[in-house]
């Protein structure tokens, strides 16, 4: 026999208690082990449509819901006994009739009167959205055909509701149509299982051994580890002849493919680096990958998650010798020193903008190569003969960095670039960045270096529109061409659909990336639905703070725990703000830092950049005052358009990140006169 779970037992198990859990499990073992076992007490549900539901029993009250039919078994929903019969009555499990893979479907008339009733009544009011759409395009959809007639009337109140009873891919499609996005028409795929269709396997997997079964279960909440969207096991699963890229909104399981790439190079002995921009998110991605693996430590291939900065440290050491980096500060100190001994007539904003966007930040090592770098991103434009003299100024400070016996990072990259260029054993196959939009001119040469001629060489994961800490680059300028192998994942699993709509505003609906690619960001649903969130402005900030801790208490009522809500402000500045709040609400606060995960019993706090990463299922984004967001000294310290430009994108895309942390609840707050940013939330 062979056993199949869905996600919706995994769904129905992560609601039950911890003991409850425990007996389901063993009872699922035991029906793995041996499905003729009497002790099961199989009962077919005698008043389902579908004839193969049957319930198997745990214990006095709950019964895991089966469906046998051929020789496959789904668990396919586990309940207390009266709500596991009822859930099975008002389902059947059929073959989506254009796509060929298996689904289970809600049948339109069990469903609760009282919901479909407010369907039909809500829509009587406001204009039906899909009224147009034929029999043929909604079968194309995957809509079940009794679910044709509340599609039709869905109205801008109603449709939320509608998409919920529908299978997966039937709900994306209908919410895409209901904003003019039309679907692709569903892609056949000929296989002999309906069950291992690639539209199958994100609600189904089919279990090969008692370690599967036991991973599945141990943790059901964790769903991304068993069950992936078709578009994004392809990611995982295809062979690339080039670099590759996944692209996609906050939450829509970029990370998750990367996690799952890695593993699967490393199960077919591939040696895998994956990195990403800090240790905070190189931390979070360790945690996951263990979730990911369970028991399964064995991998033929390796896989070392490490941040960037620790790769290149590293890698110089192992291949090159002992390297002392120079500081932010010590760099600016240099530069000002070897500026004043040049009595070139230049301001030191202008010479550090240059060092750090061309001179280091491009290995500019000589005036020839000076006089003919790109200076894309820099809209200075310089006479020859002014080069000229500047480059004295960058050829002293690179001696002040020799004598020091220092190295910037991005000289490290470039060094450790050349090293690999010329031959050196690299100790990767395959190399895997997560938030990829963040990576360094420098550290992509290297990384290319390493492994940007090998198949499944380079994979990146990440979002312009999420671009916090570097300044853009063309990609192809440093050999790295993603062009054709890029394409973006549009189902957000994280945020709920209000939170998401709200927040996608924030960016424009097309983001255009320096190698000329245009990022569109529309046609991206949710997979649930929460409050809509709150955007206020307070007169003063003890007004403020009130409103936010009346708003903390309010959540942990809804029987939310401190650890799984979340306050961010924009940089440290804004702490006290934000600790007020907490403790008037009677909560203590945890700073979430580089080095420290949530504690349990306390609210998280964190600036937007350490937000990254993280995920509550309630947020408060505060003090979003004007002059906060965007960051006053940045904009004043912005030199030219260009800069400027950067500035107010990149300040956008931190409010996007805060924002976008949040599951179920939001609440931004600022006080008068706010942020123009939030003017945009309220639109
Ligand atoms: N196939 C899936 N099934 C269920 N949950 C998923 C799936 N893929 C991702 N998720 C969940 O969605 C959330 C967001 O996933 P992930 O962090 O990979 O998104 P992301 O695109 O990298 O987000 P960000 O851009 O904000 O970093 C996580 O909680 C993850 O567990």
Not at 134 to 158: N, Y
Not at 435 to 458: K, Y
């Amino acid at each position: 026999m062979t056993l199949i779970i869905s996600d919706s037992f995994t769904d129905s198990l992560g609601k039950l208690t911890n003991q409850e859990q425990a007996a389901v499990k063993q009872t699922a073992f035991d029906l793995q082990v041996d499905p003729s076992n009497p002790g099961l007490s199989f009962h077919r549900v005698d008043r389902a449509k579908d004839k193969d539901f049957w319930t198997v029993r745990v214990n006095r009250d709950i019964r895991i819901v089966v469906h046998k039919r051929g020789g496959s078994m789904l668990l396919a929903y586990v309940d207390h006994h009266d709500d596991a019969y009822k859930w099975a009555e008002r389902r059947r499990l059929e073959v989506h009739p254009r796509t060929g893979a298996a689904q289970i479907v809600e049948i339109r008339e069990r469903v609760e009167n009282i919901v479909v009733k407010r369907i039909v009544e809500e829509a009587v009011r406001k204009p039906a959205l899909l009224a147009a759409e034929t029999d043929e395009a909604l079968l194309d959809c995957g809509v079940p055909e009794d679910w044709f007639d509340d599609v039709r009337r869905a109205t801008e109140d109603t449709i939320l509701d509608v998409a919920g009873f529908l299978p997966a891919e039937a709900s994306e499609a209908i919410l895409n149509l209901a904003v003019g996005i039309r679907p692709e028409t569903p892609a056949v795929v000929p296989v002999e299982n309906p069950f291992e269709h690639p539209d199958a396997q994100r609600r189904f997997r089919t279990l090969e051994n008692q370690d599967e079964l036991r991973h599945a279960m141990d943790e059901p909440w964790e769903k991304w580890t068993v069950f992936l969207h078709p578009a994004q096991r392809e990611f995982v699963t295809r062979n690339f002849n080039g670099p590759a890229r996944v692209i996609g909104s906050a939450g829509t399981g970029k990370t998750v493919v990367a996690l799952h790439r890695a593993v699967r190079l490393a199960r077919e002995g591939g040696r895998v680096l994956l990195t990403t921009f800090n240790e905070a998110l190189a931390r979070a991605l360790k945690t996951k990958l263990a979730r990911l693996l369970g028991n399964d430590k064995s991998l033929p291939g390796t896989i070392v998650i490490q941040n960037m900065l620790s790769t290149g440290i590293e890698l110089y050491e192992a291949n090159i010798g002992d390297v002392s980096l120079a500081g932010a500060g010590q760099v600016g100190k240099f530069l000002e020193e070897a500026l004043a001994a040049s009595e070139t007539p230049l301001s030191v904003g202008f010479v550090n903008d240059e060092w750090n966007l061309i001179i280091d930040g491009r290995n500019v090592r000589s005036s020839e190569d000076y006089a003919t770098v790109s200076r894309t991103g820099r809209r200075v434009r310089m006479a020859s003969s002014k080069r000229d003299a500047t480059w004295g100024v960058f050829e002293a400070m690179r001696k002040r960095l020799d004598d020091a016996n220092l190295k910037t990072r991005a000289g490290m990259f470039y060094e450790l670039a050349d090293v690999f260029r010329d031959g050196t054993e690299a100790p990767f196959d395959h190399v895997i960045v997560d938030e990829a939009q963040d990576v360094s001119e420098a550290e992509l040469t290297c990384l290319a270096a390493i492994a940007g001629d090998r198949p499944n060489g380079l994979f990146f994961a990440g979002d312009i529109g999420q671009r916090i800490f570097r300044p853009a680059f063309s990609w192809k300028s440093v050999g790295v061409e993603i062009q054709g192998r890029s394409r973006s994942l549009k189902v957000n699993y994280r945020t709920s659909h209000q939170i998401r709509k709200t927040t996608d505003v924030l960016l424009p609906e097309k983001l255009t990336e320096v190698d000329g690619q245009e990022e569109n960001r529309t046609g991206v649903v949710s997979v649930f639905e929460g409050p809509d969130p709150t955007i206020r402005a307070f007169d003063d900030p003890d007004i403020e703070s009130d409103a936010v801790s009346n708003w903390l208490s309010q959540r942990c009522g809804d029987d939310i725990q401190p650890h799984e809500i979340g306050v961010i402000v924009r940089s440290v500045e804004q702490f006290e703000r934000a600790i007020q709040a907490i403790e008037n609400a009677g909560h203590t606060h945890h700073e979430l830092s580089g080095m420290s995960a949530s504690v349990h019993g306390k609210i998280g706090l964190a600036t937007m950049h350490l937000a990254k990463g993280l995920e509550f299922r309630a947020v408060v984004v505060m003090a979003c005052d004007d002059g906060i967001v965007p960051f006053e000294d940045r904009i004043q310290s912005a030199r030219d358009e260009v800069a400027l430009e950067e500035v107010f994108a990149t300040e956008r895309h931190l409010l996007y990140v805060a924002c976008t942390r949040a599951r179920d609840h939001l609440l931004v707050t600022g006080v008068e006169p706010v942020s123009e940013f939030l003017d945009d939330l309220v639109r």
